[in-house]
C-alpha cells in the first residue's frame, strides 16, 4: 500500500470501555502523528513520534489516552474508560523527517455510546 | 503558541469562477511554513499547496495560488476556473519544526471553511 492506513475506519463502543485504533505509516517514514477531528472541527494535535519514541506528547487530553510505536512503524492509539466526549475522528499522519509533507490516513472514526 | 483562524465558515462559488479563503495567524517565529489542506467528505486529508515563510514569492499549483503577506500574517488561498471536484472542506495549517530550541513535529489547523461549488 502506498498510503497511510488506518484500522478500523470506524469504531462504535460504550463508555468506559477501551480502545485501540490502529495506524500504519508509509514504509520508511520516521516521523508519525496522531491529531483528533471533533465535528466540524479542524484537527488537533496528539502526539508526534521520531522514530519509536514520542518527540512531543503535550496534546494529549489526559492520562486515558496513550500511544506508542514499538518497532518505529505501526503505532496504536489507546484510550481506557471512553467518555462522551472521546467521540471524534482520530487521524494519522506520517512524513520522512519531521518538516517534510505529512500524510494522512484516512481517519477512524470513534463513537462512544 | 501558535494561532490559526479561518473567519469564513462557510464560501460557495459558481463553477470556472474565482473564490478566495482567508486565514491569519499568530506566532513569534519567523522560520516556519504554511499549509492549505482539502478535506472532502471521505475524510482524507489533501495538501493542496505549501508556502514556506522565508521566501517571498508566493507558491502556485495549477489553479490553486497563495497571497502571503508575511508581516500581516496573512496567507489566504485563490481558486481559479473552480470545479465541482473542489467542494470540500479546506484547512489553514501552520507548522514550524523548532520553536525556542525546542523540536516540535505538529501542525495546527484552523477551524476549517466549507465551499460549496454550484454548477
Known amino acids: 500500500g502506498a498510503g497511510v492506513s488506518q484500522t478500523p475506519s470506524n469504531k462504535v463502543t460504550e463508555k468506559g470501555k477501551y480502545v485501540e485504533l490502529r495506524c500504519d505509516p508509509i514504509?520508511?517514514?520516521?516521523?508519525l502523528y496522531w491529531y483528533r477531528q471533533s465535528l466540524g472541527q479542524g484537527p488537533e494535535f496528539l502526539i508526534y513520534?521520531?522514530?519509536?519514541?514520542?518527540?512531543?506528547d503535550s496534546g494529549l487530553p489526559n492520562d486515558r489516552f496513550f500511544a506508542v510505536r514499538p518497532e518505529g512503524s505501526v503505532s496504536t492509539l489507546k484510550i481506557q474508560r471512553t467518555e462522551r466526549g472521546d467521540s471524534a475522528v482520530y487521524l494519522c499522519?506520517?512524513?520522512?523527517?519531521?518538516?517534510?509533507?505529512?500524510?494522512f490516513g484516512p481517519g477512524t472514526r470513534l463513537t462512544v455510546l | 503558541a501558535q494561532t490559526v483562524t479561518q473567519s469564513q465558515p462557510e464560501m460557495s462559488v459558481q463553477e470556472a469562477e474565482t473564490v478566495t479563503l482567508s486565514c491569519t495567524y499568530d506566532?513569534?517565529?519567523?522560520?516556519?511554513?504554511l499549509f492549505w489542506y482539502k478535506q472532502p467528505p471521505s475524510r482524507q486529508m489533501i495538501l493542496v499547496i505549501r508556502?514556506?515563510?522565508?521566501?517571498?514569492q508566493n507558491a502556485t499549483e495549477n489553479r490553486f495560488s497563495v497571497n502571503f503577506q508575511k508581516a500581516a500574517k496573512s496567507f489566504s488561498l485563490k481558486i481559479s476556473d473552480s470545479q465541482l471536484g473542489d467542494a470540500a472542506m479546506y484547512f489553514c495549517?501552520?507548522?514550524?519544526?523548532?520553536?525556542?530550541?525546542?523540536?516540535?513535529?505538529?501542525?495546527?489547523f484552523g477551524q476549517g471553511t466549507i465551499l460549496t461549488v454550484h454548477p
Open positions: 499522519a506520517s512524513s520522512l523527517t519531521p518538516g517534510n509533507e505529512q500524510f
Open positions: 514504509s520508511g517514514h520516521t516521523a
Open positions: 513520534f521520531q522514530g519509536t519514541g514520542a518527540a512531543d
Open positions: 506566532t513569534s517565529e519567523s522560520d516556519y511554513y
Open positions: 508556502q514556506e515563510a522565508y521566501k517571498q
Open positions: 495549517a501552520y507548522f514550524t519544526i523548532y520553536a525556542g530550541g525546542t523540536s516540535y513535529g505538529k501542525l495546527t
